[in-house]
């Protein structure tokens, strides 16, 4: 008998196949590092992932996509009360990235600064600093805009809560509940 071999990579594509067929896939099958997540848990009311979404090596998503990405996932974008609750944790800003820290039982976040892009009204974009992390979050403002937070160096963490058009692209970091 002939021993067959299969890579990795196409296991994985068998995989896919098997499960487009039987209907079992789910968007963690299909986009990004969705399936890769880790929860951290550093005492607030969610679980916050452990990295940004990703999609090889796209990093900055509009509102639509990120949601898109999310309809048949445990994760889910944070609320505004939930980024808040970050706050509370011990804060860094080191070697570029942000870092939130629990005193009772020293799990971290870490944040890696993407910066964004901007689409405006009339089609043109704008390149925002890639100093700050620009991240979504699951309030609406008004419209086709949506609430935002940003983590700033001279004033991390920020209170403000600005808005963005969710045409425009920013970084996402997702929570689940506990």
Do not use: C
Request: aromatic fraction near 12%; avoid cysteine; proline fraction near 4%.
């Amino acid at each position: 008998m002939k021993k067959l071999s299969v890579s990795l990579k196409e296991s994985r594509f068998v995989d896919l196949i098997n499960k487009k067929f039987t209907g079992e896939i789910r968007k963690e099958d299909k986009i990004g590092n969705l399936k890769e997540l880790k929860p951290v848990d550093i005492e607030t009311s969610v679980l916050w992932a452990d990295v940004d979404l990703r999609d090889g090596d796209n990093y900055l998503f509009t509102f639509d996509e990120a949601t898109d990405m999310l309809k048949d996932s445990e994760w889910r974008l944070p609320t505004l009360s939930e980024v808040i609750k970050l706050k509370r944790h011990k804060k860094y800003f080191r070697d570029g990235k942000y870092i939130f820290t629990n005193n009772d039982n020293g799990k971290s976040l870490t944040f890696y600064p993407h910066g964004y892009i901007d689409v405006l009204p009339s089609g043109k974009t704008e390149q925002g600093e890639d100093n700050l992390f620009y991240g979504w979050t699951a309030d609406v403002a008004i419209n086709d805009y949506m609430r935002m937070y940003v983590m700033d160096p001279d004033e991390f963490p920020v209170d403000a809560f600005p808005i963005m058009n969710k045409n425009s692209l920013l970084s996402v970091r997702l929570v689940k509940d506990k």
